[in-house]
Structure formats: structure tokens, C-alpha cells
């Protein structure tokens, strides 16, 4: 299964907004509404932040928003705080298999 | 609280076998699919494996085929993954996590354990 595609690294001053894309096809991201997002922080387990494109857990900020067009979702993230320095990945449900999930190759995001 | 601790990894020799454990609590573990992911070092995640509730169905990443099995006990709360003939590019931290299976999504994730397969 081959990888979504984010961009390496992103970055935004406080109080700024930023999106991350994540690209796919329609076997993945533009086949099915089940695409999600995870931060990661240095040395720490992925945290779950928004699934089924836009939806967020119980106790995510609403700053993280999500969104999808065609084969390419975002995430968007509004008011930047510092403790938002992280990696992010997307990930999606794809058909190309019995039944798998596909990440991206993650982003890093700078807080100036 | 809900909570999944993994265990079981360490450095082991190419072509050596490795069994991993993940003891979850806080949640009616029987409910629920789960699922390992991996990163190697300073890489992305990549999804390795799942299995439903039941045990009964299990799925695989062709990277791990025929060379992993997934299994559970859930009269002990524990996912498992046996991991044969390893590789050097197995090498990775292992993550368990739960699946929210009506919106393919990795909910609640363990803090992993490490893989290091090198002789």
C-alpha cells in the first residue's frame, strides 16, 4: 500500500492558522469519509484529534478542523499555540487491500 | 481510564521470532477491534495488522504477511502479535491501539514498545 502524501513540514507564528494537506486517490482518501488525523509529540504515542474527515473527539480544541476535496483532505489548525509543535499524520481507510489503512509520511509543524 | 500497555519487544537477530503483548483495561476489551501500527526510527507510522473483537477475522499489511500473526485472549484483556522470521526494516516501535471500527479510526493508543532486529 503505498503512502498518502503531506508535506514534510509546515509552520506558523501564535495566533496564526496553518493547514496540512494529505493527498491520496480514490481507493483511499476520495473513496470513503474516514480519514483522520493524529498529533504526535517527540517521543510520545499518536493522539487521536479528528476522524471522519471533520469530526473531533471528546476534549480535542476546537482550533483542529478537518475537511476533504476530491483526493486531498486537510487539517486545519487555528490560533496556534506553542504546545501545537508536533508531527501530524492522516490516515485513511482504503479499499486496495481486504481491509487496511493507509498514513501519510507525517508533517512537522514549527511554531515560530 | 482506559489504557493499553505494550510489552514484550527487544533486540532479537535477523530471522529470530518475537512475541508481543498489549494489556488493555478501562474498556470492555471484548467490543472492540484492534490493531498494531509501527514507526521505525525518525519515519511515519505505518499499520502492520488487526483483529476483530471476536478474534475471528484478522487483516495484514503485505509487508507482514505470512511472516506476523495477530491473536487475542479476551478472557485476559491482552492483544498479541508473533512476529517470525524478522527483518532488519522491522525495526520500529510497535504501537496496539483500539479501533473505532464504524469510522476505521485508531482511537486510544499505547505508548509502544521497540523492535530492534540486527545481529
Known amino acids: 500500500q503505498s503512502a498518502l502524501t503531506q508535506p514534510a513540514s509546515v509552520s506558523g507564528s501564535p495566533g496564526q492558522s496553518i493547514t496540512i494537506s494529505c493527498t491520496g486517490t480514490s481507493s483511499d482518501v476520495g473513496g470513503y469519509n474516514y480519514v483522520s488525523w493524529y498529533q504526535q509529540h517527540p517521543g510520545k504515542a499518536p493522539k487521536l484529534m479528528i476522524y471522519?474527515?471533520?469530526n473531533r473527539p471528546s476534549g480535542v480544541s476546537n482550533r483542529f478542523s478537518g475537511s476533504k476535496s476530491g483526493n486531498t483532505a486537510s487539517l486545519t489548525i487555528s490560533g496556534l499555540q506553542a504546545e501545537d509543535e508536533a508531527d501530524y499524520y492522516c490516515s485513511s481507510y482504503t479499499s486496495s487491500s481486504t481491509l487496511a489503512w493507509v498514513f501519510g509520511g507525517g508533517t512537522k509543524l514549527t511554531v515560530l | 481510564e482506559v489504557q493499553l500497555l505494550e510489552s514484550g519487544g527487544g533486540l532479537v537477530q535477523p530471522g529470530g521470532s518475537l512475541r508481543l503483548s498489549c494489556a488493555a483495561s478501562g474498556f470492555t476489551f471484548s467490543s472492540y477491534a484492534m490493531s498494531w501500527v509501527r514507526q521505525a526510527p525518525g519515519k511515519g507510522l505505518e499499520w502492520v495488522s488487526a483483529?476483530?473483537?471476536?478474534?475471528?477475522?484478522?487483516y495484514y499489511a503485505d509487508s507482514v504477511k505470512g511472516r506476523f500473526t495477530i491473536s487475542r485472549d479476551n478472557s485476559k484483556n491482552t492483544l498479541y502479535l508473533q512476529m517470525n522470521s524478522l527483518r532488519a526494516e522491522d525495526t520500529a516501535v510497535y504501537y496496539c491501539?483500539?479501533?473505532?471500527?464504524?469510522?476505521?479510526?485508531?482511537?486510544?493508543w499505547g505508548q509502544g514498545t521497540m523492535v530492534t532486529v540486527s545481529s
Open positions: 483483529i476483530s473483537g471476536s478474534g475471528g477475522s484478522t
Open positions: 491501539a483500539t479501533i473505532m471500527i464504524t469510522s476505521y479510526t485508531f482511537d486510544i
Open positions: 471522519e474527515v471533520s
